[in-house]
């Protein structure tokens, strides 16, 4: 149970970021990478406390990379891939099954917005399935499991506390706590913080 409420969090968290990272793109300048919507891991590519019951907990194989959130509305969504699905590769690079998120986000860094071919198997289907990747801010916004409703960035990466997520009643709330923290990072006010 705990297990998919942090990953429905997650989920929630991801729509929202994948909107604002997008959205804001112009702003990140030269900080920006391809962007498809999609998180997808495996048992062996979660933290170790997740690992021992994480495939029964969300239906998760330990050979492939699940499709875990896939946002609505995304390239990734667009193209007709759904949370389940099994992801085996990108453009015929199978992908790993350790650092899955990692590996996933810098092969899209390094593709750009050049279309995808994932071949992904649902049901004991294989298929393939093009995506169009977009463009949107780089920096990591990550979920931490703290019950105190905080949100803070230290200028490489944006963290929302669960408590914040339990605070904020609607995606729109969500937004303007993740907008506010990426202003922070496009607006430089840490660095210039530290320069005090």
């Known amino acids: 149970a705990q297990i998919r409420d942090y990953y429905a969090q997650l989920h929630r968290l991801d729509s929202v970021a994948f909107r604002i990272r997008t ?26 406390r997740f690992r021992s019951f994480s495939a029964e907990a969300l239906n998760m194989t330990w050979a492939r990379p699940t499709a875990i959130s896939v946002v609505e509305g995304s390239p990734a969504a667009s193209a007709g891939i759904i949370s389940g699905d099994e992801i085996i590769a990108l453009n015929g690079e199978v ?17 750009g917005e050049r279309p995808v071919q994932v071949n992904l198997r649902r049901h004991g289907a ?25 949100a803070f960035t230290d200028y ?14 609607t995606d729109a709330d969500l937004a303007v706590i993740v907008g506010h923290e990426l202003a922070h990072v496009t607006r430089g006010h840490y660095q210039k913080g530290s320069q005090n």
């Open 23 to 48: 959205a804001n793109r112009a702003d990140c300048q030269d900080w920006v990478s391809a962007q498809i919507g999609l998180y997808a891991a495996t048992p062996r590519s979660l933290p170790r």
């Open 95 to 111: 992908i790993p099954v350790t650092g899955t998120a990692g590996w996933i986000g810098g092969w899209l860094k390094a593709n």
């Open 126 to 150: 294989d298929m393939t399935r093009t995506v169009q990747p977009v463009m949107g801010c780089a920096i990591p916004i990550n979920l931490e499991t703290n019950p105190e409703p905080n």
């Open 156 to 169: 490489k990466k944006i963290v929302i506390q669960s408590g914040m997520l339990r605070l904020t009643r």
